[in-house]
């Protein structure tokens, strides 16, 4: 779910209270460095409020309905990035914040910075990630205006998260933006690669189990209708790498996940 976290924060000291919620970003390490989306900013409120609404029982449904298989995913896919000691990093479309506390467990001595822009959504991962580790900051924005510098972070991770960029090249170019050059992304994301069978399999649980289930538990039945809509239609796997070089990153490896269910990405900026 959504957007985001440097040259010198190798030299910086986070804060020794867990960090609030910010709607901008400014600190000694970098200067005031805002940007303004305009373009599609009706349909990107309209999916803040939407997981803003839902955020209650995200997490919960997500272990129910993956039978935490995506606990698995998300440990597989940070050991990719073999965080180092004073690294950062940036978890585009945090949502709860479970890739980035995965990510901290396997390097407690990482920076940490989340974006997303549904602000109930950072308050959960506050909570969440306040005992593991003070190096953990929350900022509420879109991946397709980061609050960031050019090249200001060592690695970006967005899980189940591009789905839901208003715009999926404008959010994949600010993430090269403010990668470091020799920096490395990993994306997990639903993809449409599948057999026959699996993808006939995967929508009728989709349609028939986790929309119903979900809708009922969340309350709110067009949040997973919606889910289950955008994965329908969402890019294949060629066609997003494509797009990945074609923005700049000069590799784009792809592997699929529990039959095709999912692909994770792995992006590299020379």
């Known amino acids: 779910m959504a957007a985001c976290w440097i040259a010198s924060i190798r030299s910086y000291s986070l804060h020794r209270r867990f960090s609030p919620i910010s ?14 989306q305009k373009n599609n900013q009706s349909d990107k409120n309209d999916v803040a ?18 039978l935490g298989i995506d ?11 073999k965080l180092k000691q ?23 001595a990482a920076n940490a910075y989340l974006a997303d822009p549904a602000r109930s959504m950072l308050t959960i991962a506050r909570r969440k990630g306040h005992t593991l580790t003070e190096r953990f900051r929350l900022i509420q924005g879109s991946a ?13 991770m967005i899980a189940f998260g591009i789905r839901n960029f208003a715009n999926l090249e404008a959010g994949m170019r600010e993430l090269y933006r403010v990668l470091k050059p020799g920096g490395t992304g990993v994306i997990l994301e639903f993809t449409p690669d599948r057999s026959r069978i699996i ?45 990945f070089r074609r923005i700049g990153f000069s590799e784009a490896e792809s592997t699929p996940l529990s039959l095709g269910v999912a692909s994770r990405f792995i992006l590299k900026k020379q």
């Open 86 to 108: 004073g690294s950062s990093f940036l978890d585009c479309s945090s949502g709860t914040g479970d890739m980035a506390i995965a990510a901290l467990r396997h390097q407690p």
């Open 23 to 36: 709607s901008s970003y400014a600190d000694p390490a970098f200067p005031d460095y805002r940007k303004m």
């Open 49 to 66: 409020k939407m997981f803003d609404r839902i955020s209650s029982t995200y997490d919960f449904l997500n272990r129910f309905f993956s």
């Open 199 to 243: 993808d006939g399999l995967f929508r009728f649980y989709m349609w028939s189990i986790m929309r119903p289930i979900g809708g009922l538990i969340s309350r709110d039945k067009d949040a997973y209708a919606y889910l289950a809509r955008t994965v329908e239609k969402f890019p294949v796997v060629d066609q997003l790498t494509a797009l």
């Open 71 to 81: 606990r698995r995913w998300r440990k597989q896919a940070v050991r990719k990035l």
């Open 144 to 156: 397709e205006a980061l609050p960031f510098p050019d090249a200001s972070f060592d690695h970006f």
